[in-house]
């Protein structure tokens, strides 16, 4: 699945901005019970509630699975986990750290969006 929105990924000793990412969304035999998803960030992300090295996601929707939600409500909590990170209580302390120095690391609003080749039909 992907999901648009602002994120951060390591480049070296850089921090860049990204705003197309990719994730698994895995329905285990407990669907829909708690325990039945299993989420995985397959593009390489710097984030506190993300593991940078497995991509595992740390989200309280999970956690707190309730009869009722569904995978749209997983979608919708994915895009407001990237957008608005929870520093408190982190999965990537380093990007917990950078976060809290670097308030302002997801503003700016939206990357450009990278052109391509146009397609012009004959008049």
């Not at 850089?14 to 995985?40: C, F, K, W």
């Not at 992300?45 to 991509?55: A, L, M, R, V």
């Not at 990007?95 to 146009?118: E, I, N, T, W």
């Amino acid at each position: 699945m992907s999901v648009r929105g602002i994120g951060l990924y390591r480049n070296g000793d850089s921090v860049m901005r990204r705003d197309a990412h990719s994730v698994q969304i895995n329905l285990l035999r407990e669907y829909p019970y708690p325990g039945g998803i299993d989420l995985t960030w397959l593009t390489p992300i710097f984030h506190p509630n993300i593991h940078e090295k497995d991509g595992k996601v740390c989200i309280q929707l999970i956690n707190n699975w309730a009869e009722g939600q569904t995978i749209l409500s997983v979608v919708k909590a994915l895009k407001q986990l990237l957008e608005h990170p929870n520093t408190k209580d982190p999965l990537n302390r380093d990007a917990a750290v950078y976060f809290d120095s670097h308030p302002d690391a997801l503003a700016g609003g939206a990357l450009p969006v990278k052109s391509g080749p146009r397609i012009v039909s004959p008049r």
